[in-house]
Structure formats: structure tokens, C-alpha cells
């Protein structure tokens, strides 16, 4: 099993950045795309972005392309999301997600969670 811990989330102002850290443990290697995922209050949840185990291929939801970057760092077994430019709509728990695909991943249908961040902008 792999196990997920997001770490970074917090209160920001419109116009700021964040960065997101997902650690991932256990058997990495059965999971090796990853992604994150939203979800605001009231809403359901939303893909943002993925990437491939070597970091060479990713996907971005056109809301965030050209404001997040996903990365990773595989000797760190942790996946990133830089978040610039943010904006009240950008709310939401953000959570890492893993999956045996790269397409799976950007299909939405990671089967590896982890337990969520919380991303506050402030206009």
C-alpha cells in the first residue's frame, strides 16, 4: 500500500503563492503517477494536475495551466504543486493523489488519497 501526507496549505492573499508537498511511503513503485485534486466547499471534486513517475509528462486543468507546476522529487519519494497567481476561486482542500497510470491519474481516478491540505486566498 502507499501512504500520502499533503503538508503546505494555508491562508494566502489573491495575487500570492503556495506550495504544496505530498510525501508519499510504503510501496511507491505500485503507484507511480500522481496528481492533485480540489475540492471547495459545496463542490465536487476537481482535477488539477498530474504527472508521470519519471516527471517528464504533465497535465494541468485549464483553470490552473499557467499559474500551478506540478513536480517531484522521486529520491524524496515527494510530489509538489507551486500555486502562483492565486485567486479566491482557488480555495479548496487540495489532495494528493496516486495511481497505477498516468491516465488514470488525469482521468480522475486515482485510487490512493491522502488526508487533504486546506488553501484559504483572501481577496
Known amino acids: 500500500q502507499v501512504q500520502l501526507v499533503e503538508s503546505g496549505g494555508g491562508l494566502v492573499q489573491a495575487g500570492g503563492s503556495l506550495r504544496l508537498s505530498c510525501a508519499a511511503s510504503?510501496?511507491?513503485?505500485?503507484?507511480?503517477?500522481m496528481g492533485w485534486f480540489r475540492q471547495a466547499p459545496g463542490k465536487g471534486r476537481e482535477f488539477v494536475a498530474a504527472?508521470?513517475?519519471?516527471?517528464?509528462?504533465?497535465y494541468y486543468a485549464d483553470s490552473v495551466k499557467g499559474r500551478f507546476t506540478i513536480s517531484r522529487d522521486n529520491a524524496k519519494n515527494t510530489v509538489y504543486l507551486q500555486m502562483n497567481s492565486l485567486r479566491p476561486e482557488d480555495a479548496a482542500d487540495y489532495y494528493c493523489?496516486?495511481?497505477?497510470?498516468?491516465?488514470?491519474?488525469?482521468?480522475?481516478?486515482?485510487?490512493?488519497w491522502g488526508q487533504g491540505t486546506q488553501v484559504t486566498v483572501s481577496s
Open positions: 510504503g510501496r511507491t513503485f505500485s503507484r507511480p503517477a
Open positions: 504527472i508521470t513517475w519519471s516527471g517528464a509528462r504533465t
Open positions: 493523489a496516486a495511481g497505477a497510470s498516468f491516465g488514470v491519474v488525469a482521468g480522475g481516478e486515482a485510487d490512493t
